[in-house]
């Protein structure tokens, strides 16, 4: 009911202002309704045709439906239904955004928790696994060096070394299957960053689509 209301009363004072400036006109000589007609923000989107009488019969389509709004043989009554029309065209394009808008917000909720979850855990899962990778690459080191120190030692403790030297291997291989989690958990958290991205800048574009519709609603028709 509020929207409805809306609406009528923006009918009613287009509608109002339309025909007291078309009255001024008849009594002042009236601006260059030709010019008015030929300003961008209707001949983009209407179309006005004349018929030569006597008398001359003006008549105003929609440009992207072909559609006949209105025709008079008075030029100023024929805009003012131009215009009205646009105000209608702008109120039902704003009601289509704003259900848009309201059909995606839950949406965004629904990604924005769930992407705030995955991000905290993906980012505890890297954390853990900085911390696996420091220490194994801290024991590597110190592998190493033991296998190093052992390698001058005698034949008795050659058997030892080549043990060690086997731990060694398997703690490397461990280590480049934890690199491997490590990027894949990174690439999971970028993907998710970015759908949180998308998401908001739809929201953004929406947002300013309704703020555009409402200014255009708002402000004063052409008579």
């Known amino acids: ?5 809306r ?11 339309g025909f007291a400036a078309f009255a001024g006109a008849l009594v002042s000589g009236g601006p260059n309704w030709r010019a008015e007609a030929a300003v961008p923000s209707f001949a983009n989107d209407l179309a006005l045709e004349e018929r ?21 043989t008075l030029l100023p009554e024929v805009l003012v239904q131009g215009r ?16 848009k808008i309201e059909q995606i917000k839950p949406r965004i909720a629904e990604v924005s928790v769930r992407i ?8 505890q899962r890297l954390q853990l696994l900085r911390e696996q990778l420091s220490q194994i690459e801290m024991q590597i080191q110190m592998l190493t060096t ?16 080549e043990e060690r030297r086997n731990e060694g291997l398997r703690l490397k291989n461990q280590l480049e299957l934890l690199r491997n989690d490590l990027y894949a958990v990174e690439k999971q958290r970028d993907a998710l960053a970015d759908e949180l991205v998308r998401l908001n800048e ?11 519709l ?4 708002d402000g004063k028709p052409y008579p």
């Open 84 to 99: 009205l029309k646009q105000v209608q065209n702008a109120q039902t394009a704003l009601t289509d955004t704003n259900q």
């Open 202 to 212: 739809i929201e953004q574009r929406l947002a300013r689509r309704n703020q555009q």
């Open 7 to 17: 609406i009528l009363v923006v009918f009613t004072a287009a509608a109002s202002l």
């Open 146 to 161: 033991e296998i190093q120190q052992k390698s001058v030692d005698a034949q008795a403790i050659r058997a030892d070394a």
């Open 52 to 72: 030569p009488g006597p008398p001359s019969q003006f008549s105003v389509k929609d440009r992207v439906t072909d559609q006949q709004i209105g025709s008079s």
């Open 214 to 217: 409402k200014n255009q609603l």
């Open 116 to 123: 705030a979850a995955d991000l905290k855990g993906a980012d």
């Open 1 to 5: 009911m509020n929207t409805l209301g």
